[in-house]
């Protein structure tokens, strides 16, 4: 079975653009997560997903970030306009808690983002 | 979710037992110890979790103190490719707050 799908892998963007992170969770999955990972900040929740509605999304930094999940297999994390700070690698995860006895999350890749 | 506490560093050598610590005192009694690893680059992959019962699968054993305010996670017999940051998490499964707050987790180095 595949994984969590990320795109792109890596990104290079100048200040001041439109970035678009994209995920695929697992097929089946009824929860999405997307994690921001820095040197200073470690591991960080920035908003999460169940059934496609928005949870919790008090980890989103600010109005610049918004995150969205059309539908049960595409979510996206789009950051406009984007600035050096947001620079850092982003992890999609995905998960079933009702139906899993670990309630494990699956994490992607991840998509390294460098803002110039 | 409680706070964990964990050395930041760790050496081991390959082929012997690597018994890495977690200090959870503030643990409610339902929330389960979970363990996940980051390999270099990659994403953090799950590895065990348990709420009171020592638990073992194909990849670790978890001991968790009748107290439960501390828990070891043991790689029996350590790789090479066992080097990673090792994140001890507790928090309550399978709800919809089923958030993972990561520490800053320990640092093993498997070394031949």
């Known amino acids: 079975d595949a994984g969590v799908i990320q795109s792109p892998r890596?990104?290079?963007?100048?200040?001041?653009?439109?970035?678009?992170?994209?995920?695929k969770p697992i097929s089946?999955?009824?929860?999405?997560?997307?994690?921001?990972?820095?040197?200073?900040?470690?591991?960080?929740?920035?908003?999460?997903?169940?059934?496609?509605?928005?949870?919790?999304?008090?980890?989103m930094p600010e109005d610049r970030f918004s995150a969205k999940m059309p539908n049960a297999s595409f979510s996206t994390l789009k950051?406009?306009?984007?600035?050096?700070?947001?620079?850092a690698v982003y992890f999609c995860a995905s998960g079933d808690?009702?139906?899993?006895?670990?309630?494990t999350q699956?994490?992607?890749?991840g998509t390294r983002l460098t803002v110039l | 979710d409680a706070k964990t506490t964990q050395?930041?560093?760790?050496?081991?050598?390959?082929?012997?037992?690597?018994?890495?610590?977690c200090n959870h005192s503030t643990i409610s009694g339902n929330e389960y110890v979970y363990w996940y690893r980051q390999i270099h680059?990659?994403?953090?992959?799950?590895?065990?979790?348990?709420?009171?019962n020592n638990e073992t699968n194909e990849m670790a054993s978890l001991i968790i103190t009748e107290d439960r305010k501390s828990s070891t996670l043991i790689l029996p017999h350590a790789t090479?490719?066992?080097?990673?940051?090792?994140?001890?998490?507790?928090?309550?499964?399978?709800?919809?707050g089923s958030r993972l707050t990561f520490g800053e987790g320990t640092q093993l180095t498997v070394n031949p």
């Not at chain 1, 808690?97 to 309630?103: K, L, Q």
């Open chain 2, 80 to 96: 090479l490719r066992d080097t990673a940051v090792y994140y001890c998490i507790v928090r309550v499964a399978g709800t919809s």
């Open chain 1, 79 to 87: 950051i406009q306009p984007s600035e050096p700070r947001d620079s």
């Open chain 2, 41 to 52: 680059s990659q994403g953090p992959q799950y590895i065990i979790h348990g709420l009171k």
């Open chain 1, 10 to 23: 890596h990104e290079v963007t100048e200040m001041g653009q439109e970035v678009t992170l994209r995920c």
């Open chain 1, 106 to 109: 699956y994490f992607g890749p």
């Open chain 2, 7 to 21: 050395p930041t560093s760790m050496d081991c050598a390959e082929g012997r037992a690597a018994n890495l610590p």
């Open chain 1, 97 to 103: 808690p009702a139906r899993s006895a670990t309630d």
């Open chain 1, 28 to 59: 089946g999955h009824n929860s999405l997560f997307w994690y921001r990972q820095t040197m200073m900040r470690g591991l960080e929740l920035l908003i999460y997903f169940n059934n496609n509605v928005p949870i919790d999304d008090s980890g």
